[in-house]
């Protein structure tokens, strides 16, 4: 199946640095790819989608100035968290979607990363 | 509101039993739903994905079920593994995939 590699898989800033997380597919070409965050015991909390060569479109209530999202080929998107905070702990998980003959896009998920802000 | 609602919320079962996770949803319009499990700490991966005809799909001991006239999906995991600990997410998508309803996932623990 199709690969979507995420990296880093975990990652410890201090306060106030910036952190920035890739997202590659493998195998295919992404010309969208969607960034999400999970809590703890809780499911995936859809953040921004990433288009190739535009501006990302972000979900209600994510600031676009703190999660900088950047699509700039079509298997490579980043996603950079600037000025972080205790509370910008969570794990953070990209996918992308190859389409599939017959049943529309699945979606491919990333190994998520891990981040730790002290 | 588009919602998909899984039960139960956690599961523990021993090691060699079935067991069966429920989903229900309210997405609409329809374009497929997909079953993923996820190991603490890594990201989903995919079991199944089913079209409103397909009324079941299979992938290994991971059988999916699919009643698109009451909205409703199961899973059903047969002879269970230690491995099989993991939580397992509904995921419903509309427009040929692009917009996704997560459920809340159900938190299956197997013990031996």
């Known amino acids: 199946g199709a690969v979507v590699s995420q990296h880093p898989s975990w990652v410890i800033c201090k306060s106030g640095t910036s952190v920035k997380i890739e997202c590659r597919s493998l195998?295919?070409?992404?010309?969208?790819m969607f960034w999400y965050r999970q809590f703890p015991k809780q499911s995936l909390m859809l953040m921004a989608t990433?288009?190739?060569?535009?501006?990302?479109?972000?979900e209600q209530g994510v600031e676009k100035d703190k999660f900088l999202i950047n699509h700039a080929s079509l298997t490579l998107s980043t996603l950079t968290v600037t000025s972080a905070h205790p509370e910008d702990s969570s794990f953070y998980i990209c996918?992308?979607?190859?389409?599939?003959?017959?049943?529309?896009?699945?979606?491919?998920f990333g190994q998520g990363t891990r981040l730790t802000v002290v | 509101k588009n919602q998909v609602e899984q039960s139960p919320q956690s599961l523990i079962i021993l090691e060699g039993k079935n067991c069966t996770l429920q989903?229900?949803?309210?997405?609409?319009?329809?374009?497929?739903l997909r079953w993923y499990k996820q190991d603490t700490g890594r990201g989903p991966v995919s079991l199944t994905i089913?079209?409103?005809?397909?009324n079941t799909k299979s992938n290994g001991r991971y059988t999916a079920t699919l009643d698109a006239d009451t909205k409703q999906s199961s899973l059903h995991i047969t002879a269970s593994q230690l491995s099989d600990s993991a939580s397992y997410i509904c995921?419903?998508?509309?427009?040929?995939?692009?917009?996704?309803?997560f459920g809340g996932g159900t938190r299956l623990m197997v013990k031996p």
């Open positions: 089913m079209t409103f005809s397909e």
């Open positions: 995921v419903v998508s509309q427009n040929a995939g692009n917009m996704l309803t």
């Open positions: 990433s288009n190739e060569g535009s501006k990302a479109t972000y």
């Open positions: 195998d295919f070409q992404a010309t969208t």
């Open positions: 989903c229900n949803y309210t997405v609409s319009p329809f374009s497929n």
């Open positions: 996918s992308a979607s190859p389409m599939l003959e017959g049943q529309g896009l699945e979606a491919f």
